[in-house]
């Protein structure tokens, strides 16, 4: 046997007779084993084996007062793993046996021949190498197990494996809670086939089942769907054959991530404020996270919704969140402006170019070269604007009025309108391609009834502008005041919220709004007024026009909630007849209860 004498191999030699001892160490050491440990008696034996590690021992049976058969014993009492050969004298049965129950590698008898005592300790280091490898892989298997077990149980990704009978073999915590509330069928020891009743939660069955008859990977898709509970979600999912390593196929293993949770994350984090917009709400918080995104770029933007929506500071925002913020932003109310000197305002004008034209004139394109131009109500704009405007948004040229040669100017588009644009292209009064050129990115402003979380925040911030603007001292609202606020349908959202406080804050005389000093409508106000039809944006809403509103009676002066468990007590539990009863949206009445803490179970439906 050929030794690497860079490695130690330790051997305790153990005999009373020293010419035995010293002839043992010889013959090791030439065959390359080292350091080669010698001992005299039992007690000089157990001393070694105390203080250092062997990969072998050789002892004789007889050992003074003692037998190697004790030291045997002892090494096995200090769970000392390494081979020992036993050398005797005089063999026998009942000894070796004796030497082999308490874990002896062999014996071996005198006198002993080179030879025999090499190859038997040879075979002793090769086995004890084998188990010592073994011993290895075996904790490092079990390490690696409980390190996988580990990344397994904090990874965010939910990972599921799967046989090749759709069978369920492992989740990790992260599917566990994925799929608790989602499907619950959906766990270790069940089956896709049984569990995948309800299509809409089993997003990633069919893509599991293509893997298993193909062995081919499914790599990262995209799909949307709905819970239970209106909320949509956007999930990943990756699929890949599982294999042994050796090229043996047992089945898949599925990983899904949430994006619905890593986009909320990293963008919205509730947010009270963006810029001057104000509000805490989730359709708020999808605003702030796409004037975000959509600001980084040049594109042009169509932002749409309701008069008083706030799409002059949603303009603003985009101009701060863009590489042009430090540039002008150049704001244009297309409905202020004269039909017949629009055109000037917007393009200039040479001096003398039409009468009362007694200098040139630089228009408001030119004004907002390198920033962003603000056209609010785009819609009202003639026809002939329209094609000038078009022109221009294609070639990025102009021509003032009465100037033979073109301007070229680098300015971002910025639209705006509370008028369905789409409808005024079907009825012929506003160009279709002028349409897609300013709608390449559209932001939906939504009116402030569908926002009722957000009214504190913007009355208690109109409090603070205008008791400074008027140096009284109002510092609050009463809740009962309050109430009539949030219960409000707001048709002049958020524009007539500032208005009312505004009002409020002229009448109030003390520190605190009180409910007489709002509005006459607002006191006065038995029901729920019509939130999805009163809109022109509004399309495909779920009211029937021939849906009376909620009854009065039983709600007069009531609470939201109050209001919301009647209808649903009326509608037998039935939430999208009780939406219609409200007037709301399915996914409003949705977003109430969740808001409100309102547990249905609770109640006699």
């Known amino acids: 046997m050929e030794n690497n004498p ?105 006198p002993v021949e080179k030879d025999q005592l090499l190859k038997t300790s040879r075979l002793a280091l090769q086995q004890y190498k084998l188990q010592h490898e073994k011993q290895k892989a075996e904790e490092e298997k079990d390490h690696y197990r409980a390190y996988l077990d580990t990344l397994l149980r904090s990874v965010s990704d939910s990972i599921i494996t799967i046989d090749q009978d759709l069978n369920i073999i492992k989740m990790n915590q992260a599917a566990r809670s994925f799929f608790s509330p989602l499907n619950p069928a959906i766990n270790e020891g069940g089956n896709l086939s049984v569990a995948c009743a309800d299509k809409n939660s089993c997003f990633f069955k069919e893509d599991a089942e ?122 244009v109310d297309c409905t202020a402006i004269p039909e017949n000197l629009l055109e000037s305002e917007l393009f200039g004008h040479k001096k003398g170019s039409f009468t009362g034209a007694d200098q040139d004139r630089m228009g408001r394109i030119l004004q907002a070269d390198g920033g962003t131009l603000f056209l609010d109500e785009i819609g009202d704009i003639p ?97 009962q005041a309050m109430t009539l606020l949030t219960n409000y349908t707001w048709p002049g959202n958020i524009r007539e919220l500032e208005h009312v406080i505004e009002r409020s804050c002229v009448l109030c005389n003390g520190s605190t709004i009180a409910s007489e000093q709002l509005p006459i409508e607002i006191q006065n106000q038995t029901t729920f007024q019509d939130t999805t039809t009163s809109s022109p944006l509004r399309q495909g809403g779920e009211l029937q026009h021939s849906e009376k509103p909620l009854f009065s009676d039983p709600f007069q002066g009531n609470s939201p909630e109050s209001r919301i468990i009647a209808a649903l007590k009326k509608s037998g539990g039935n939430k999208a007849k009780a939406a219609r009863l409200l007037s709301i949206d399915r996914s409003t009445l949705y977003r109430k209860l969740r808001e409100m803490k309102i547990d249905l179970s609770t109640f006699d439906l």
């Not at 991530?257 to 994350?265: G, N, V």
């Not at 002939?384 to 009465?402: A, D, H, I, N, W």
């Not at 009214?455 to 409090?463: G, R, T």
Request: charged fraction near 25%; glycine fraction near 6%.
């Open 6 to 110: 860079a490695v130690e191999i330790p051997i305790l030699v153990v005999d009373d007779e020293e010419s035995l001892r010293h002839t043992f160490k010889i013959f090791l050491k030439r065959e390359g084993y080292g350091p080669i440990i010698l001992a005299s008696n039992f007690e000089e034996a157990v001393g070694e084996l105390t203080t250092r590690s062997f990969d072998l021992v050789i002892s004789d049976i007889v050992l003074g007062g003692n037998s190697g058969i004790d030291l045997l014993k002892r090494i096995r009492e200090l769970n000392i793993t390494c081979p020992v050969i036993m050398v005797t004298g005089y063999p026998h049965v009942d000894t070796a046996s004796e030497a082999l129950r308490f874990g002896a590698f062999d014996y071996i008898q005198k």
């Open 210 to 331: 293509k893997v298993l008859r193909s062995g081919i990977e499914i790599k990262e898709h995209r799909i949307e769907f709905t819970t239970e509970t209106m909320d949509r979600k956007v999930i990943s999912i990756c699929i890949s054959p599982l294999e042994d390593g050796r090229g043996s196929f047992h089945g898949v293993v599925i990983v899904i991530r949430d994006m619905t949770c890593l986009i909320e994350s990293a963008s919205s984090k509730l947010r009270s404020s963006f810029h001057r917009m104000i509000g805490a709400s989730p359709a708020m918080q999808t605003v702030y996270t796409m004037i975000e995104n959509v600001g980084k770029v040049d594109s042009a933007v169509l932002i749409t919704g309701e008069s008083g929506t706030g799409k002059e500071l949603a303009t603003e925002a985009l101009h701060l969140e863009s590489h042009r913020k430090n540039r002008p932003l150049v704001k």
């Open 383 to 479: 026809p002939m604007m329209q094609l000038r405007l078009l022109r221009f948004l294609q070639e990025k040229t102009f021509y003032p009025v009465g100037r033979d040669t073109s301007i070229q100017v680098d300015v971002r588009i910025i639209a705006a309108t509370n008028v369905n644009l789409r409808e005024k292209v079907q009825q012929g009064k506003f160009r279709e391609d002028l349409y897609f050129r300013l709608r390449v990115i559209d932001i939906i402003l939504p009116p402030l009834r569908e926002r009722a979380g957000d009214i504190p925040l913007l009355a208690n911030n109109f409090i603070q502008h205008y008791s400074r603007k008027m140096g009284k001292p109002v510092s609050g609202i009463s809740d």
